[in-house]
């Protein structure tokens, strides 16, 4: 079998090709066809990234049995150190703002393009309460009046606390097995077979979908250069030097400084004996295909195999620390590029969707650039701006999603030292 050409590089190239092509042809109908057609390959993530998350959330009920305690330690666990994480991100974007080196291009390229504001707005869900400072507005918002809703206008935090409540619901009706006549517990098991065989669908079309990135960058960059020259990614490492930055100061300061002070692991340990599976991460950009390597490097640093197995198999799934990091900066920096002044509680929405988004869509490749968009579109951003910002940022992404895998690895190895943190080792 023909070895594929990694989708990094695929990405690279087709930037490469696009920049190339805009700036021999310029502005004209080839670039703004090809433009709109890569546009679709967008759209399409942003569609399926909404059941897909939901699914995900789902799937995780029905296969995962844990102890109840040791899974809320875990959860309060991952939850602090993701604020922590959150906290850094909004301090760098909000002190240093980024991207305002950046205000005035997108507005321009925007302008550009053929969407009118109007068309806009109908993609915009009427009972959304807008930017208001006022609590019980902006929960109501994510109680949706219908089921239906919240998949329809792609709100991520609606839709996440619904497949937490049919989840619950599904386990606490297994739990009850046996009150259950037959053709009851037959139908639960129809519905969890249902649940696992629709999220493997979605991830087959996702795959597809994922192929297609490359083309669509290839068309949107081309249309980018072509109406506005390649000066328009020079800023580009501003937004790369201020995520990187984010990511160093959580995995370099913060993991080592709690593995000493609250799970007695010196910085040498923590990161000597976890290197094999950190840089594991960081060459394949997956955490999930680090996990027998984090697994191994846990073992060496003597924490328990409960723990490290809750942490690395089970608790993979919720520390994404480096893509919530990464999706919440971005989406700040693009909001200020466009001179939306987010208030406090718009910002902490965009901080729960990411946080949302990275625990759903956990373990699913190129999970960052999947659910983008949908933080995205909780800054506040309409569907076409994110059709012309994304692309822009998926040149450096490439670089950041290995810096975020490294993150998520590295959290997976802290997470597992904390949960040993006085217990008793059960281990044979």
Known sequence: MKRRVPLALQVLI?????????????KGELTETLGAIGILSIKALRALAVPLVFFAILD?????????????????????????????????LNVFQPGKLWRGKLETLIAQTHAKATEAKKSEDPEAPGATLELLPNVSYYVPSSLVRPFVYNNLISVVLLALLIGAAIRKVRSEQEALSESTEQSIRTIEGFIA????????????????????VFGTVAKVVGASGIGVFALLWVFLLVALTGLALHSLVYYPAIAYFWGKKSPKVYLGQGADAILTGLSTNSSLASVPITLKCLEKMGVSTSSARLAACVGTNLNNDGIT?????????????????????????????????????????????????????????????????????????????????????MSDMLVAILLDVGQKSTDE
């Open 14 to 26: 087709g930037v490469a090709l696009g920049i190339v092509l805009g700036v021999t042809a310029g």
């Open 60 to 92: 995780a009920f029905v296969r995962t049995r844990i102890e109840a305690k040791k899974f809320g330690r875990l959860m309060l666990i991952c939850l602090i150190n993701v604020s922590v994480a959150m906290v850094i991100g909004l301090t760098l």
């Open 197 to 216: 065989a629709a999220y493997q669908v979605l991830l087959v079309m996702l795959e597809w979908i994922v192929r297609t990135v490359p083309y669509a």
């Open 325 to 409: 990091l990464y999706e919440a900066m971005a989406a700040l920096f693009l909001a200020q590029a466009l001179g939306k002044d987010l208030s406090l509680v718009a910002q902490f929405q965009v901080v729960l969707a990411s946080i949302m988004a990275g625990a759903g869509i956990a373990g699913i490749p190129e999970a960052g650039l999947i659910v983008l968009p949908l933080v995205l579109s909780t800054a506040g951003l309409s569907a076409e701006t994110i059709a012309v910002a994304l692309p822009l940022l998926i040149p450096v992404d490439w670089i950041i999603a290995r810096a975020r895998s490294g993150v998520n690895v």
